[in-house]
Nanobody, 119 residues
Framework: EVQLQASGGGLVQSGGSLRLSCAASGFDFDDFTIGWFRQAPGKEREGVSCIRERDGSSTYADSVKGRFTISIDNAENKVYLQMNSLKPEDTDVYYC????????????WGQGTLVTVSS
């Protein structure tokens, strides 16, 4: 069974840090791009960051540049999102998504993990 498991959310004070994990089972990340998105109730989903397994290239939303770092551990089949200098506006449910660079139907979502940043 193909699954993505997101974890690591929690409650943190403004300026604090959290590390989110996205673990894959039933497939590996070869030739996939893995991204983190966030969404609050009633708001549009926002792309936060993504990383391409093939070459390790990554992108970030302007709102998180310099504060968040995405990384991939191919041995563990996990992607991490290190979030530093957190702000109250980072409060959201964070989702990981993996999509194949070559097979459009291979697109998988994990369940969300809630990040709450208190002021």
């Amino acid at each position: 069974e193909v699954q993505l498991q997101a974890s690591g959310g929690g409650l943190v004070q403004s300026g604090g840090s959290l590390r989110l994990s996205c673990a894959a089972s039933g497939f590996d990340f070869d030739d996939f791009t893995i991204g983190w998105f966030r969404q609050a109730p009633g708001k549009e989903r926002e792309g936060v960051s993504c990383i391409r397994e093939r070459d390790g290239s990554s992108t970030y939303a302007d709102s998180v540049k310099g504060r968040f770092t995405i990384s991939i551990d191919n041995a563990e089949n996990k992607v991490y999102l290190q979030m530093n200098s957190l702000k109250p506006e980072d409060t959201d449910v964070y989702y990981c998504n993996a999509w194949s660079d070559y097979e459009p139907t291979h697109n998988y979502w994990g369940q969300g993990t809630l990040v709450t940043v208190s002021s």
